[in-house]
Structures are given as structure tokens and as C-alpha cells.
């Protein structure tokens, strides 16, 4: 079945714009989840989305950093004023219940974020 | 200190040979651990999780030592195609998963 897609998958922008990464999650899977890597880096957890409850947005680094899922489904991270420091690959997740603590993520491809 | 620390590497691997590496975590209430692999510009995929009594799956052997806080993998017979990062992950109260920054290993001929 289709996995975790994402887009746009590379993204170039000017320090100053807005923009928005988008995330479509393995259909079924009630938990989606929003990393960032930079270059040569791990992965940094970003903010969480578990069916109708509240998002865990601890991860995100400023108030520049927003998110949203509608519907339960689609995902968009948005980011406002971008910096150069923002650029590195955005990584969306998602699982099918999160609420295991076993549950496994599935990974998309990822955005690559460049801002100039 | 960062939540979740491993080497990162490289290691480099003969063909053939065995590679081991750990990571070690912080926060004692973890409760779920995995090893992920990336390959360079791709997405991180699940190569398997890590369970009390110590999980093989193949080639490839994970365990766990809560008293030490640490997971390690364990590589044997390595391929050329084994070459990439391997993340591990902890998951904690709450279903954030928390990643490490990757051990790179690189097999060669």
C-alpha cells in the first residue's frame, strides 16, 4: 500500500517567505508525527498529533513553527519568517495508533528546506 | 546532555566482519526502543525493535541493558550493503520518540 508522502520534496526559499511542508499519512493511522534533520544530524522531534487529543507541540523551536492536521489525515507544518538556520529536511511519521508504546512510526521521504 | 547519545562513527567494517555499537539514553523512564537505518538522502526505516530479553533477526541482534541505560546492535557477516546511519530511538510516557544522532558505518570490500 502507499506509505507516508510528502511535498513538496525539495523547497527553496528566501530568508523573510512563508512556507508550508505538507504531510499525507499511511491512510488509518490515527498518529502523525513531525521531525527535522539537519544536515549530518539525528532527528529532532518536532510536534505530535494523536487522533482528536491536543497536539504535543513541545518540540517546536519558536513561535515561527506552527502545525496543523485536518481531518485527522493531512498534515501541514508551516513556517513563518523563515531563517537561514531553518534548513534541513523536514521528516513527517506517522503510526498506527501511538498510543503503544511499542507502536512503530513509518517514515515519508521528507522536504528538503533550503532558505537563502 | 542530550537525551540520547551514540558514536557517531564512522566505523569502518571489512566485508565479512562483525561490527557492534551502542546508545545510551538518560531518561530511565524509557520504554520502548529501536533501531533505525538511513541511507544517505532517504528517509529512516525501521530495522527492528528492541526488546527486554534481547531480539536477533537475522544478521542483525539487538539488546538492551536497562541497568546501564544502553542499547547496542550487533552486525555479523557485514555486507557491502549494510553501509549506512543507524539511529536508535527511545519512546518515553507520552509516544515521543527520541532519536539519537546515528552511528555512520561503513562496510568495505
Known amino acids: 500500500g502507499a506509505g507516508v508522502s510528502q511535498s513538496p520534496s525539495n523547497k527553496v526559499t528566501e530568508k523573510g517567505k512563508d512556507v508550508e511542508l505538507r504531510c499525507d499519512p499511511i491512510?488509518?493511522?490515527?498518529?502523525l508525527y513531525w521531525y527535522r534533520q539537519s544536515l549530518g544530524q539525528g532527528l529532532e522531534f518536532l510536534i505530535y498529533f494523536q487522533g482528536n487529543s491536543a497536539p504535543d507541540k513541545s518540540g517546536l523551536p519558536s513561535d515561527r513553527f506552527s502545525a496543523e492536521r485536518t481531518g485527522g489525515s493531512v498534515s501541514t507544518l508551516t513556517i513563518q519568517r523563515t531563517q537561514q538556520e531553518d534548513s534541513a529536511v523536514y521528516l513527517c511519521a506517522s503510526s498506527p495508533q501511538g498510543s503503544l508504546s511499542t507502536d512503530t512510526q513509518y517514515f515519508g521521504p521528507g522536504t528538503r528546506l533550503t532558505v537563502l | 546532555r542530550k537525551e540520547v547519545e551514540q558514536d557517531p562513527g564512522p566505523f569502518n567494517v571489512p566485508e565479512g566482519a562483525t561490527v557492534a555499537f551502542n546508545c545510551t539514553y538518560s531518561?530511565?523512564?524509557?520504554?520502548?526502543f529501536f533501531w533505525y537505518r538511513q541511507d544517505c538522502r532517504k528517509e529512516p526505516k525501521l530495522l527492528m525493535s528492541?526488546?527486554?530479553s534481547g531480539n536477533e533477526d537475522g544478521r542483525f541482534t539487538a539488546q538492551l541493558n536497562r541497568a546501564s541505560q544502553y542499547i547496542s546492535l550487533l552486525i555479523r557477516d557485514s555486507k557491502l550493503s549494510d553501509s549506512a546511519t543507524y539511529l536508535c530511538?527511545?519512546?518515553?510516557?507520552?509516544?515521543?520518540?527520541?532519536f539519537g544522532g546515528g552511528t555512520r558505518v561503513l562496510v568495505k570490500p
Open positions: 531518561n530511565s523512564a524509557s520504554q520502548s
Open positions: 491512510s488509518g493511522h490515527t498518529a
Open positions: 530511538g527511545t519512546k518515553a510516557a507520552g509516544n515521543k520518540l527520541t
Open positions: 528492541v526488546y527486554s
